[in-house]
């Protein structure tokens, strides 16, 4: 309430009135940031949920989220050992009893004893628990053939998302024609388009090959910084391998290539490598850009600037929610090092039980040790199901006319392309949605299902997609499936 009337002083009234923040007066940069993946359909997906459980009458009984890479959430089991030594770190008391094995209670126990006052609900070192970013190198170390890891190296994260954002905090400088431009792959996580355009950082777009399963090629790269270097300065170039939401995994060669371009056009490479247990596809294998980085020898090992990110959200883990991750720094210039360390100190720490989590994901029990035959039995069945349901989506598919899937190599999703009647493409612009999202909608309002539409993703000019998650249990996916073929052939009928 306002304490002085208009009568006493009309102008300091009329501030009273008005508020400080409006949407006017924010950051303008905000209002530019886009995430489709939690974006309109999602919202309108919780309203239907709402609707149904006050008893609306829909043609579906449920609503089903294949819009998110949420596994749990989609019925996925945790890993019997990382949940146990997270109960320990917990909930120590439990230590005393015989209910656990002793290699989780020893996990446990060298993670308690790491934590102040031997509690994960005390502060850990801003860059991480010491003994996690131990763990950490040696099991990049093992991953990589024996390539040495520093742990000085590992930063841990809040998932990988936060480590990313955080990178191009370091990257973004200068005005104008010297704003930092950086190179994101089309179509993209979200994450990214989002991030720079709230550092108001300059996109610069390459387009992956759909003809040849989406694959990555260094003349495309050059033809996007080219144009680039008329409006920004290009300084990073990012890579996600497995692909999301595209599905590919990069060859080695591809990934040779690559770093090749980054050295020759002095970029620093960002390697998004979140998927790299999800690889399904015969023939296709996950090369860490680090591993390929030091085996191409001293000329690129000691020039160019990498950073690589994981996390414990995807793979055969799925632990989302509890938001553990890492990057590794290669060659960073040491007095930047200095100020990324300030800058994730400014955060105080990643969550303490993401970092107990991503402490037994990189530290799993060994053979011989009691947990170790469920462990890998449980890790193996996972992996498998999730290849066997990429093979299902794949197929299902390209049996629907006017749907065309590239094979699912990797990750936890497909991207089909779509044809749309030009009648339905008419109708969706005179409602000022994008076609994909127009169909999106009308595929949730219809069937209860809810898909990210591509454009929220990028395409190419006059292609249309969509994202959809190989998550659900089998017997939903297959039921999933053939609502969206039921659907997409009632409306490719409807507008036609």
């Known amino acids: 309430m306002c304490s002085v009337t208009a009568d006493q002083n009309p102008r300091t009234h009329r501030q009273c009135l008005t508020k400080v923040l409006t949407i006017d007066t924010m950051n303008p940069n905000v209002k530019k940031v886009e995430y489709a993946v939690r974006g309109p359909i999602v919202q309108r997906a919780v309203q239907i949920e709402k609707e149904l459980k006050a008893g609306a009458k829909k043609p579906f009984s449920e609503v089903i989220r294949a819009n998110i890479g949420d596994a749990h959430a989609m019925g996925q089991r945790p890993i019997t050992f990382f949940r146990q030594v997270l109960a320990l770190c917990s909930y120590p008391e439990l230590l005393e009893g015989n209910e656990f094995p002793e290699d989780a209670k020893e996990r446990a126990r060298r993670i308690l004893q790491a934590c102040g006052g031997g509690s994960i609900g005390a502060y850990s070192a801003s860059q991480g628990i010491e003994c996690v970013r131990q763990d950490v190198a040696r099991y990049i170390q093992e991953r990589d053939g024996g390539i040495p890891c520093n742990p000085d190296n590992i930063y841990l994260s809040t998932g990988a998302s936060d480590a990313i954002v955080t990178i191009l905090k370091l990257l973004v400088c200068g005005e104008g024609r010297n704003r930092t431009g950086v190179m994101i792959p089309i179509p993209q996580y979200p994450l990214y388009s989002a991030a720079l355009a709230d550092l108001g950082a300059v996109q610069i777009e390459y387009y992956l090959d759909e003809e040849n399963c989406w694959s990555l090629d260094v003349s495309e790269l050059r033809r996007a910084l080219v144009a680039a270097q008329q409006h920004c300065s290009p300084r990073a170039l990012c890579i996600i391998n497995p692909g999301n939401p595209t599905g590919q995994v990069q060859s080695r060669q591809c990934i040779e290539d690559v770093i090749r371009f980054a050295a020759e056009e002095h970029l620093f490479l960002m390697a998004d490598e979140v998927y790299q247990d999800n690889v399904y596809a015969e023939g296709c294998e996950f090369h860490s850009f680090k591993k390929v980085l030091f085996e191409m020898g001293p000329e690129y090992s000691d020039t160019v600037e990498l950073v690589s990110f994981h996390s414990t959200s995807k793979c055969y883990m799925g632990e989302c929610g509890f938001r553990g991750g890492y990057m590794e720094v290669i060659n960073m210039d040491p007095d930047v090092k200095v100020q990324l360390t ?27 040790e009691p947990s170790f035959n469920t462990y890998i039995k449980e890790r193996t069945s996972t992996l498998q199901v999730l290849a066997e349901k990429a093979w299902l989506t794949e197929e299902v598919f390209n049996t629907v006319p006017g749907i065309t899937c590239n094979p699912v190599q990797g990750a936890m999703y497909s991207f089909p392309r779509i044809s749309l009647p030009e009648r339905a493409i008419q109708q969706a612009k005179e409602k000022g949605q994008a076609p994909d999202m127009f169909y999106c909608m009308k595929l ?53």
Do not use: W
């Not at 100190?345 to 011989?368: E, F, I, T």
């Not at 809810?450 to 249990?473: A, D, K």
């Open 342 to 368: 300030k800058l994730v100190s400014v955060r105080l720490c990643p969550p303490v039980p993401g970092q107990a989590l991503l402490d037994v994901v990189v530290n799993p029990p060994r053979p011989g």
């Open 444 to 496: 949730l309002e219809e069937t209860g299902i809810c898909l990210v539409p591509g454009s929220g993703f990028g395409q190419r000019e006059g292609t249309y997609h969509f994202r959809m998650t190989i998550l659900p249990p089998t017997d939903k996916l297959k039921i999933v499936l053939e609502k969206v073929k039921q659907f997409h052939q009632s409306f490719t009928q409807q507008y036609s």
